[in-house]
């Protein structure tokens, strides 16, 4: 019954910036770490960024000081800053977390369904 949905994707020109945000809902104790992927054609899915509960963070190399990720542990939510977008960036963004289900002693990894970034050069 847990569930996370993206949203803020879309088609952009080089150099600009896009906010994407994901909400999770449903039967939610607590969400441990959070993060992006994305999925370009013809290629595999990379890890984009993580943010811990605390807020401690990690960036792919490619994205450093462009993206920022952050969360609101109060709203379930976590957000991708995306700034200085480059055509490379193109891709699916998803959503993923690690979440802790009412009744439930461990955590599932739960992902969204994805968000289209697109980015003309």
């Known amino acids: 019954q847990v569930q996370l949905v993206e949203s803020g994707g879309g088609l952009v020109q080089a150099g600009e910036s896009l906010r994407l945000s994901c909400l999770a809902s449903?039967?939610?104790?607590?969400?441990?770490?959070m993060g992006w992927y994305r999925q370009a054609p013809g290629n595999q899915r990379e890890l984009v960024a993580t943010?811990?509960?605390?807020?401690?963070?990690t960036y792919t190399d490619s994205v450093k000081g462009r993206f920022t990720i952050s969360r609101d542990n109060a709203k379930k939510t976590v957000h991708l800053q995306m700034n200085g977008l480059k055509a490379e960036d193109t891709a699916v963004y998803y959503c993923?977390?690690?979440?802790?289900?009412?009744?439930?002693?461990?955590?599932?990894?739960?992902w969204g369904q994805g968000t289209q970034v697109t980015v003309s050069s």
């Open positions: 993923n977390a690690d979440i802790v289900e009412l009744g439930a002693l461990g955590y599932r990894n739960v």
């Open positions: 449903g039967s939610i104790f607590s969400i441990n770490l």
């Open positions: 943010i811990t509960r605390g807020g401690t963070t």
